[in-house]
Structure formats: C-alpha cells, structure tokens
C-alpha cells in the first residue's frame, strides 16, 4: 500500500525532522554539524529517489567514518597511494605490517592464496602451529580492514608435509587438512563460513602413493586432487540505525538478525511511502540497503558465468606456468587461475571498489580486478624475487595500464 505525501519543503528537511530525535540521542553536536553540512545540497534537489539514496550513502559513510576514526595507527602516505585514482596497485612488504597501517573498513572485496605451509623454499616455518598463528594474525587484520558485510575468499589446498610438532623424521609426513583449520581460524576471528566450492583440478599426474604397486590392504592412499575456495561473511555487529530505504528516515527500529552479526530494522514511519496490508514498515538491513540498490543492468553478471558456478564443485585446469623450454613464464612458483578471483570479484564487489589480494603472488587477482573495472591491490613480500616478473605478466595482460607501486619496507 503505497502512501503519498503533499511535500511542500525539501524532502530531506521532512527526513530530518522525523529522525531528529534519533540524531541528538546518539551524536554530538558537532557530529551532526558534519552530517548536515554535507547533506547541505540536498535541499536543492527535487528528485526524492535520489535524496533518499543520497542521503543513505553519505549517512553510511558518516557511520564508517566514527568507526574508523577508532583506529588510530594508519599510515597517511599509505593512505594517499590507496586513494589514488588508478586500477593497479602493488605494495611491497609484508602484507600483516601494511594491513596494519590501513584504515578500518576500507577494502570492498578480499581474494587471496595464501603460502601453503611450508610447500615454497621462500616461505618456511619450524613448525605447522607457528604458520597457523601468522595467518590468524594476518586473518585477524584482514577482518578489520574488509568493509562490513562483504567477503573474503580463500584458496586453500589440503597438503602431504611434517608438521613438525611431534617428530622431524620423514615418518611424520602425513595429509594435512589446512581447509579444515582455516575455516576454524576464520570463524574465531569474527568471520562466518558460507560456502566450500571445490576445486577440482583435473586428473592425477603424479606417480606418488602408488606403494610400489602393491594391491594390498592399508596400501591404498588416493592422491590430493583438489582444492577449497572458501566463502567468509563479514558482519561486523552494528548498533546504528540506518535509513529506511523507502523513506529515508532513521525512524527505524531493531528487528531481528538475519545472520550472524547482521542486525535488521523496520521502519516505523508511517508516514512511509510504502506500508504492508497490516500496516508493517519496510524490513531491511545495511546489507540490502547495499545489495537491493544495485539490483540494475549495469550491474548483472553474465548468465554463463552464473551457471560456471553454479556446482559447488568446479573443474578448473591448474596453471601451466612453465613453457616447451622449460622456462617459468609468470615468473612465480604458485600462481592461481584467474578463474577464482574473477569470480570473487564478480559475486562479490561493483565497478570501481577496491580489491585486495595480501598474497599477490604473480597478480592474478590485481590483474581480473583491473579487467572488470576494479582497484586491483596486490601485497607481495618479495620485491627483489618477484618484481621484474610481476610487471611483465601485468603488462602483458592489461596493454596500456599503468602501474602504481608503493614501497612500504
């Protein structure tokens, strides 16, 4: 039931009034001068879809302001490169210290193949529980730093290694489920665990298990043919009320929770541009606020590409990155396929958000962020290894994109 309104004023003076009580309980003074002098000129405007959106946004981003303004350790001349206006950006460093010296809330999408416990000779621990404590500290960042309600998606691939807890003898060598400990790592810190795509990677090439071919009992060990892409939620748990999206008012109150850290509201304006049969405001969430705006045709994804992943299990051929000469041609011992972020980038960003990879490795993920009108970011730890290779694989595949580098160790 669609109700109407003899507007007389500027729509966002009606917005205003009816969550003034709500602005004065929860901000200060001075915060709500802020507020209102960037909403200034809205009076102007006569489309009222577009006030509400308008106002939706700013009073969103006016919310992430407060809560970033809670971290206080951010590096400016990081922050400056960041918000340069270009589609790629390698940083060198350690990706934990440059997670650290980021503003909260501040990525849109995460993508990233993390080092596989102890699978590279540049990338050794003594043993498996020391790994396991740097990638939490590097999960635990990554959740500060990814914007609330968005995803990160991690490839993962179970391994046959020591791990060195009980024994260094070549008896200790045993599967590994690294899949299983990150999901437990992630969860623990402050992520939710969605989904297990499965990468399959095709037929088994290696010779390995075979037990110099003895059909016998407890001989038998199949070969790890697979990998996880892991989906994680992030959701933040937020207090503030936020517009309805129908109205645009703050007169909202707490309905339930649609996940886990995920509050919903309804609108309790009824003066409502849209009300139930029973009279029931509009139930919404800052995640469809986010999602049910862009529900537009400038941002569907493509029907083949949904059908691709449609299966949690996807065939996806490996990487051939050494070529007839035995030559690496990416110039990186672990590349991903491109499959993976460009289907993190897809399902879960827009046109011109930013996307980080901690891990860049060869870039795979800078480079399909750049290919879809992204902010590819990419980490890597290994300047002096990896450089020369890096830049040539991205050039190779983006012609004429020039590339952003930081330096931050």
Known sequence: MLKQLNITE?????????????????????????????????EKEKNINEIIKKWSDIYIEFIKGIHQKEYTYINENLDNFL?????IKIIWGNCLNIMKAMKSESIHCMVTSPPYYNAREYSRWDNLDEYLLDMREIIKEAYRVLDNNRVFVFNIGDIFDNDNLFTKSVWGKRRIPLGAYFIKIFEEEGFTFVDDFIWDKGEVQSERHKNGNKPYPFYQYPMNCYEHILIFHKHRLDMYRYPCPIC????VNGNSYTEKGLKSWECKNEDCFE?????????????????QRRQEKEFMIDNDFIKKWRRDIIKINPVIKINSKGENK?????????DIPEMAIKFFSYKNEKVLDPFGGSM???????KNNRIGIGIEINKNMFASSIRKNIQNNLQNKNIEEFDYE
Do not use: M, W
Not at 248 to 251: A, E, K, P
Not at 364 to 370: D, G, H, N, R, W
């Open 364 to 370: 795979t993920s800078v480079i399909a962020s750049a």
């Open 83 to 87: 918000n340069i206006n270009n589609d």
């Open 10 to 42: 500027p729509y966002i003076n009606i917005i205003l009034k009816k969550s003034k009580k709500y602005l004065e309980e929860n901000f200060s003074e001075n915060q709500i001068n802020e507020l209102l002098s960037k909403i200034k000129f809205l």
């Open 248 to 251: 645009g008012t703050l007169n």
């Open 275 to 291: 009300r139930s049969v029973s009279n029931r405001g509009k139930r919404f969430s800052l995640k469809t606020i986010i999602t």
């Open 330 to 338: 990416l110039g990186h011992s672990a590349p991903f396929p491109i």
